[in-house]
């Protein structure tokens, strides 16, 4: 269907509201529907009764994800009627390309489901759906000759930060994963394409990028026959963005090129998020990880050295089927080994088509339990200490807000991630520091945030 058909007729003056579930992905994509919904005269609102179309955009990675959505869908049954009388109801993301039309049966009110490949496709599934009677839930979740979602309009929910996508999909196929099943295989972006998005963004005014994919080091490999990740992280280095993040990254393939690059480009944040899952290496083979204890800990070694300082973060899975306490326990040691800043911990989801969800475990959960809690408190000490480190120190930070708690608190983020609190300055509003560069000198370490006061002149 025509863009402009579409804005003439059917969707100027609708409001919109969109729910995102799941990953830095999943936030990109929600950017660019909510430029998509813009650029066909939609309104955004800030609530559900308010909205003419709701939009969730959904993550499989864990089973609580299906029942949260699951949940709020059913609830805007007793919201209710928006202005226009009709309320359309749309899902995208991972559980949206696993699941398709069979979405209707679990949440009959659902009228629109679309992939996450299918993301331009979503004014024409809500023009259809508003001329329905809502018996039909209208469906795209086709991957083939679909373009990257990152060529459709954007509507940032921040003006100095955005997510670039370099690749999509995963060709690891990890026993637990459901991610190569809903985003497909690799496909990367042209080289070329990127680092000139990146220059773009820079003229817009954006200081800070994260670069996503599901496997960053991957990068290029479907294109040239070879990863270009370190190439990527230099040149987008020259564009003259201030900083830059990347997520994910598989330990099997972050080379000894792409640690270099991080070192010797100095917008690139001293900060990596590298899964390593379980320290055990019996359990590592049977999630096809494709590494090793061994090979985890030498690569950490390698970036401590060639990055002092350098901030780490993982995520660890806990009760992967048949984990035994001595798997847990080389998990544990693997943890003070590294001495992480921070960690993603899960108790191990089945998804279904996973190879993982046919294994037969019998541990009980209350084992499982116990050890996830024996490894979140032991998290929570290495970051406690990982702050310290900070504690009197002038830290930059890119300010992102106010606290949820306390309006005349400013949010932001060191260079190292970790989240930097500070009072607004008597007399200032906070709209004078949002999306600059603020020195704060710390006076507080704690657990998960720095805290200080504001020193010197911001940026």
Same mark, same amino acid.
């Given at each position: 269907?025509?863009?402009?058909?579409?804005?003439?007729?059917?969707?100027?003056?609708?409001?919109?509201?969109?729910?995102?579930?799941?990953?830095?992905?999943?936030?990109?994509?929600?950017?660019?529907?909510?430029?998509?919904?813009?650029?066909?005269?939609?309104?955004?609102?800030?609530?559900?009764?308010?909205? %003419?179309?709701?939009?969730?955009?959904? =993550?499989?990675?864990?089973?609580?994800?299906?029942?949260?959505?699951?949940?709020?869908?059913?609830?805007?049954?007793?919201?209710?009627?928006?202005?226009?009388?009709?309320?359309?109801?749309?899902?995208?993301?991972?559980?949206?390309?696993?699941?398709?039309?069979?979405?209707?049966?679990?949440?009959?009110?659902?009228?629109?489901?679309?992939?996450?490949?299918?993301? *331009?496709?979503?004014?024409?599934?809500?023009?259809?759906?508003?001329?329905?009677?809502?018996?039909?839930?209208?469906?795209?979740?086709?991957?083939?000759?679909?373009?990257?979602? =990152?060529?459709?309009?954007?509507?940032?929910?921040?003006?100095?930060?955005?997510?670039?996508?370099?690749?999509?999909? =995963?060709?690891?196929?990890?026993?637990?994963?459901?991610?190569?099943?809903?985003?497909?295989?690799?496909?990367?972006?042209?080289?070329?394409?990127?680092?000139?998005?990146?220059?773009?963004?820079?003229?817009?005014?954006?200081?800070?990028?994260?670069?996503?994919?599901?496997?960053?080091?991957?990068?290029?490999?479907?294109?040239?026959?070879?990863?270009?990740?370190?190439?990527?992280?230099?040149?987008?280095?020259?564009?003259?963005?201030?900083?830059?993040?990347?997520?994910?990254?598989?330990?099997?393939?972050?080379?000894?090129?792409?640690?270099?690059?991080? *070192?010797?480009?100095?917008?690139?944040?001293?900060?990596?998020?590298?899964?390593?899952?379980?320290?055990?290496?019996?359990?590592?083979?049977?999630?096809?990880?494709? &590494?090793?204890?061994?090979?985890?800990?030498?690569?950490?070694?390698?970036?401590?050295?060639?990055?002092?300082?350098?901030?780490?973060?993982? %995520?660890?899975?806990?009760?992967?089927?048949?984990?035994?306490?001595?798997?847990?326990?080389?998990?544990?040691?693997?943890?003070?080994?590294?001495?992480?800043?921070?960690? &993603?911990?899960?108790? &191990?989801?089945?998804?279904?088509?996973?190879?993982?969800?046919?294994?037969?475990?019998?541990?009980?959960?209350?084992?499982?339990?116990?050890?996830?809690?024996?490894?979140?408190?032991?998290?929570?000490?290495?970051?406690?200490? *990982?702050?310290?480190?900070?504690?009197?120190?002038?830290?930059?930070?890119?300010?992102?807000?106010?606290?949820?708690?306390?309006?005349?608190?400013?949010?932001?983020?060191?260079?190292?991630?970790?989240?930097?609190?500070?009072?607004?300055?008597?007399?200032?509003?906070?709209?004078?520091?949002?999306?600059?560069? =603020?020195?704060?000198?710390?006076?507080?370490?704690?657990?998960?945030?720095?805290?200080?006061?504001?020193?010197?002149?911001?940026?």
């Amino acid at each position: 269907m025509e863009r402009q058909l579409v804005q003439d007729n059917k969707l100027v003056g609708k409001t919109y509201l969109i729910k995102t579930f799941g990953c830095q992905m999943n936030l990109h994509d929600s950017e660019r529907v909510a430029g998509l919904l813009d650029d066909c005269g939609c309104n955004e609102v800030q609530t559900v009764e308010e909205a %003419d179309i709701v939009v969730f955009m959904t =993550c499989s990675v864990r089973e609580k994800a299906d029942t949260h959505l699951y949940g709020a869908v059913s609830n805007l049954v007793v919201v209710p009627a928006p202005p226009c009388g009709k309320r359309v109801i749309a899902v995208g993301g991972c559980i949206a390309q696993r699941d398709g039309a069979r979405l209707k049966k679990h949440i009959p009110n659902v009228d629109v489901v679309f992939g996450t490949s299918a993301l *331009a496709s979503v004014p024409e599934l809500l023009c259809e759906a508003f001329e329905s009677d809502g018996s039909e839930v209208f469906v795209d979740t086709v991957e083939k000759n679909r373009g990257f979602s =990152c060529e459709l309009p954007s509507k940032r929910e921040q003006y100095f930060h955005a997510w670039v996508p370099i690749m999509t999909g =995963c060709n690891n196929f990890c026993t637990f994963c459901i991610v190569p099943l809903v985003r497909g295989r690799e496909r990367s972006r042209v080289f070329e394409r990127v680092v000139a998005e990146v220059a773009r963004l820079v003229d817009d005014g954006v200081r800070e990028v994260t670069l996503l994919g599901q496997n960053v080091n991957s990068y290029g490999r479907d294109l040239y026959g070879k990863p270009r990740f370190s190439e990527l992280l230099r040149e987008v280095g020259k564009t003259g963005i201030e900083r830059i993040r990347f997520t994910s990254s598989n330990p099997k393939d972050l080379s000894h090129d792409t640690i270099r690059a991080m *070192a010797e480009t100095p917008n690139v944040m001293p900060q990596l998020h590298l899964a390593v899952q379980s320290g055990s290496n019996r359990i590592l083979r049977a999630m096809h990880r494709a &590494y090793n204890r061994e090979k985890y800990l030498s690569v950490i070694a390698e970036l401590k050295e060639a990055i002092p300082g350098i901030a780490l973060s993982t %995520d660890i899975i806990v009760g992967f089927p048949g984990e035994t306490e001595e798997d847990f326990l080389q998990t544990m040691s693997l943890v003070d080994e590294v001495g992480y800043a921070s960690a &993603y911990t899960f108790i &191990y989801s089945k998804r279904p088509g996973t190879p993982a969800a046919k294994i037969v475990d019998t541990t009980p959960h209350e084992v499982i339990q116990e050890r996830f809690e024996r490894l979140t408190k032991r998290i929570e000490e290495l970051a406690y200490s *990982a702050n310290q480190v900070d504690l009197h120190a002038h830290v930059t930070a890119l300010v992102e807000g106010t606290s949820k708690k306390n309006p005349s608190v400013l949010v932001g983020h060191s260079p190292k991630n970790q989240t930097v609190l500070f009072d607004l300055p008597e007399g200032t509003k906070p709209e004078h520091f949002i999306g600059q560069m =603020c020195e704060v000198e710390i006076s507080e370490a704690k657990t998960w945030y720095l805290r200080g006061s504001l020193v010197g002149d911001i940026s």
